[in-house]
């Protein structure tokens, strides 16, 4: 493939958030990145989300490194654990479903935006899912 053609590829901008994530131990960096790469056209809209998969497998390393340092072997291995099951949940549609995952996506970015209302909605969503998880466990 020619490589402006990987580019486009799902799992190569997966790589590229684990990689981007992985050497500057922020996400809020790594993130922070697509948005020049976006406004330039070098990151196009539907490219995103593999990135944002692949920085969120690696938000973890620095905490997996800060278990490590701790002595407990329980304190690396849950960190590992939990690096694997979001790795897991994230390559499923990286891999597997990328055109229909980014297509749902889309469409969900879409209708979030789509009123002033649907906006309001979806950022009480944010805030409230996360709180009935904390209070559920």
Do not use: K, Q
């Amino acid at each position: 493939l020619p490589a402006d053609h990987v580019v486009y590829r799902p799992w190569f901008m997966f790589a590229v958030g684990l990689a981007t994530t992985a050497l500057t131990l922020s996400v809020s960096v790594s993130i922070s990145i697509l948005v020049p790469l976006a406004a330039r056209g070098y990151v196009r809209r539907e490219n995103v989300w593999p990135y944002v998969c692949g920085a969120n497998v690696t938000t973890l390393v620095d905490t997996l490194l800060a278990g490590a340092l701790v002595g407990h072997p329980d304190a690396a291995r849950m960190v590992a654990l939990l690096m694997a099951s979001v790795a897991l949940v994230c390559l499923l549609p990286v891999l597997v479903l990328p055109d229909a995952f980014g297509r749902a996506i889309d469409d969900l970015a879409s209708r979030a935006t789509a009123s002033a209302r649907a906006v309001l909605v979806f950022v009480v969503l944010l805030v409230v899912i996360p709180l009935a998880l904390i209070a559920a466990f």
